[in-house]
Structures are given as C-alpha cells and as structure tokens.
C-alpha cells in the first residue's frame, strides 16, 4: 500500500488504452492527483486529454508525445501562480476522451407520431433508425456532461440523445411537407434533413452528430390494410369486369364438376349474378353484347320526321332517337354515299338498335 502510493505520488508517465468500445471518458486515477514535473504524456490517435486544476479546466492536449513543464502547460501555470524552473511535482486532474465515431447507435419513437399528411389527414408514424456522433469539443463534453465521472460510458447519455432525436422528428418531419407514400423513397434525404436540423442540439453537449438514419418509417396496422386494399382494387382494376369474371369463373368450375345438385346449384347461383352483372351494364351505359359498334369517324345520318329532312344526327343520338320511338325500323334515312333514302332497318349500321327492342303488342282484336 505504502509502496502504491510512493509510485502514485512520483508518477512519471501518464497514458491511457482503452479496450472497451463504450468508454468515451476516462480519469487518470493515482494517488494525490500528483504528477512529477518533466512527466511524459502520451496521447495517442482518436485521444485527447485535458487537465483539470481544482475543478476548472486548464490545457488541453491533442495527439502526441509531450514533456510536462511550464512551457507547455501554460494555463495551469498560470493558475498555480508556476515560477520559470518550477520542478517540484504538481496536483492535477488528466481526463482522457475518446474522440472515435461512435457508430450504430439506436433511435426510435417508443409511441407513434402525430403527422397531419396532405393527402390522408392526421396519421399516425412510427420509425426508427440509427445515428453516429462523436466528441467533438472535449472541454465542453466535460463541463456539461461528464462532470466529475470518472469514466464516463457510452451508456450514460443513449438514452438523453435518443430522447432529443426522437422529440424534434415530429416537428422537423412536419416542416419538411413530404407526403408519408413519399417517405420509403426519400430515406437518405430524410436523414440528411434531420441530421442538419438536430446536429445544432448536439453541438451543445460537445457532440458532433455526424450522421443520421432512417431506416423504417410505417403507419398504424389499421392504415396499412386500408392502403392494401386501396392498391389491391387498382390491380384489379374494373370492378364490374372482375365480378363478371369470377362469374364464368364459377360458372365453369360447376360445368366441370356435374355430380350432385350442389354443383348444379352453384352453376345456375354464378348464371344468375352474371346476367345481373350484364344487365346492370347495360342500364349503366357500359358495355352491352346487343348495343351495336360505334359508327364510324364523321359517320352521321338524316332522318325523316313528319315528312320534314332533319339532321344529321350521330350514333349516340340515334340511340336515344330509337329509344324514344321518334326512330323506327321504317323510317328513312339517308348518309353521304347512299344513291336514295332508305328505311333504317335496311341500313347494317342502324339495324343493331332495334334489335333489343320488343315486338308490337298484338292486335286487341
């Protein structure tokens, strides 16, 4: 013990290695605080190290191999008042902090985001990622982090800088008025935005924060299923095509399987909902088997009415002309490049419209 603290007190090499990964600053520990005059300091690459006299921070050394004297301690000899040729061993704190990146460090948002997005409203976002950062102002790193911790661990402050990551990425995801469907496009972009907007923050503890990540931002499970099925009816497309397929679909499956009623059943069920689906069609003016094909370009006929030329009228209003029986199959009618007028029914353009069209009633007689 005795002998410890002789060694301790004529302490003539002061050096730090570091094994561990998660060490970020490190107090030279020996007996006293006391270093002799002439020591060797070596600081090696990623280190620097500061002293520390009665608790207020005195010089600050970088890489390298240094001799302690007065010339190149000057702020400490300037607060302990060090005459030139001063050799007596001297009290002193030495730090030692690590100025590597810190890689692979994790953020995420423990409870969803509040975002109001252009196109679907308020949502509500999750996302998570990782961040780098580095020491970057050791003098500051201590006096408002570290303190006196002796050694001072990664550990220690995750949880504060996840804590500030994840308190402004609301904000600054807000301002950045990017669609949330745009988002799992624009990761690097996103990270390069918040690793420019949150870096400020981290300068305040003595930190760099050199670089951000998003590796995942996603929505509530009930808004993920809704944007499913909202994709899902894009591929399917036409809707009343689809219906009118899995129709004969089924139609067909119960043809290829006629043993037992319940096949029959199926089939005539699947007969049933495809002539709803056609004639649903064609009251909606979509397609209709019966419904001729559309005249040609410029194509246009005159009508007789009431013994009066009127016209040329095109395809879609001669359909509604048929169905309100002001056209019928003996009317006459007349296009560019007929020799005489004709009755529309002798015309194959004008045939199909009247085709659908009941008979006369019977005569009452």
Known sequence: MIWDRLLGEFVDVIEWTDPSTDTMVRRFERHGNEIKYGAQLTVRESQV???????QIADVFKPGMYTLETANLPVLSTLQSWQHGFESPFKAEVYFVNTRQFTDLKWGTKHPVMLR?????PVRLRAFGTYVVRIN????????????????TLEEITDQLRNLIVARFAAI????????????????????????????????YGLELT????ENVSLPDAVEQ????????????????????????????AAANPSGGAGAGIGIGA??????????????????????????????FHVAIGGQQQGPF???????MAAAGTLTPASLVWTQGMAAWQPASERPELAALFAAMPPPLPSSN
């Open 49 to 55: 190290a500061v002293f520390v006299n009665e608790g």
């Open 117 to 121: 997005d252009k196109e679907f409203g």
């Open 137 to 152: 102002e050791p003098a500051t790193f201590i006096k408002v982090v570290v303190g006196t911790d002796g050694h001072f």
């Open 173 to 204: 995801i807000g301002e950045a008025t990017m669609p949330v469907l745009d988002l799992a496009a624009n990761y690097d972009d996103l990270g390069d935005y918040l690793t420019n907007r949150i870096r400020p923050e981290f300068q305040a």
């Open 211 to 214: 670089k951000l990540l998003v």
């Open 226 to 253: 809704a944007l499913d099925k909202r994709t899902s009816m894009g591929v399917i497309g036409d809707l009343k095509r689809y219906a009118q397929f899995q129709a004969a679909e089924a139609m067909a499956a």
């Open 271 to 300: 007969g049933i909902a495809l002539g709803q689906e056609i004639a649903a069609g064609l009251r909606a003016g979509g397609e209709a088997g019966a419904m001729p094909p559309p005249l040609p370009a410029g194509t246009a």
């Open 314 to 320: 095109a395809l879609d209003r001669l359909q509604a």
